[in-house]
């Protein structure tokens, strides 16, 4: 029998991805235990709290610029792709309103390609994602808990919710040093460049003065891009 590739889905905001002490130290780890990590920067945000993220095109961008040169790690823009082919379906909930895509459909794309057939897909997340996704706080949880593997870079100290009917591997210590996209993005706030080199990669450093990100009037920008996106639905 032929031994399956084991393919490890790491999906993040990348609002910015951070670099040694952050995302790339996550999936650097990934790529020692997988035969290939796909990361996948989050489209749309369910959580509305979340929907003030840089545009797409950027986050996708400064991923790709983040995990640059690994032989084994695909940035990729399926979901995207997959809210494009739900527009095009017209699909839409009970109450009306558009159909979400969710880790459930980016799973079930994956798993349906041709080239996929003899893959086994793992779930990576982060404690707090694997918390609610057990809280059953995502789109079909119960379909994801029973159908694929998940590996969980819990923070320090963070516990999850009782897990021992699903096939959940649990990494002992996150190689992590406490960074995060938030700092990353007040350090933008206030003009403290310096601080911000030690938390994203160079040419995600590079990227971010570039374009403008995450300055006052750079998130103004987004939210009024934001707002047209929305209002181009209704």
């Avoid at 790529?31 to 545009?55: C, M, W």
């Avoid at 349906?112 to 997340?125: G, H, M, R, V, Y």
């Avoid at 789109?139 to 029973?146: H, P």
Wanted: with cysteine; aromatic share 6%.
């Amino acid at each position: 029998m032929t031994k399956k590739k084991r393919v490890a889905i790491f999906g993040s905001s990348s609002n910015p991805p951070t670099g040694k002490e952050g995302h790339l130290a996550l999936v650097r780890k990934l790529a020692e235990d997988f035969d290939q990590v796909l990361v996948g920067p989050v489209y749309r945000h369910i959580y509305s709290t979340k929907h003030n993220l840089a545009d797409y095109d950027d986050r996708l961008e400064m991923a790709r610029r983040c995990f640059a040169g690994m032989p084994n790690v695909d940035v990729s823009d399926v979901e995207k792709r997959l809210f494009d082919e739900f527009e095009r379906q017209d699909k839409k909930l009970d109450n009306g309103e558009r159909e979400p895509v969710g880790t459930f459909d980016v799973l079930q794309h994956l798993r349906s390609l041709p080239e996929n057939q003899d893959i086994e897909l793992t779930l990576a997340l982060g404690g707090d994602t694997c918390k609610d996704l057990l809280e059953g706080k995502w789109k079909k949880s119960n379909e994801i808990l029973a159908l694929t593997k998940i590996v969980v870079f819990p923070r320090h100290g963070e516990s999850l919710p009782q897990h021992d009917n699903f096939d959940i591997h649990i990494y002992d210590q996150a190689p992590t040093k406490g960074t995060s996209s938030t700092k990353a993005r007040e350090a933008c706030e206030t003009g403290n460049f310096d601080a911000l080199a030690k938390i994203v990669e160079p040419s995600v450093l590079a990227y971010i003065r570039e374009k403008r990100l995450y300055t006052t009037m750079g998130m103004a920008d987004i939210s009024a891009s934001n707002e047209a996106s929305r209002m181009s639905q209704l």
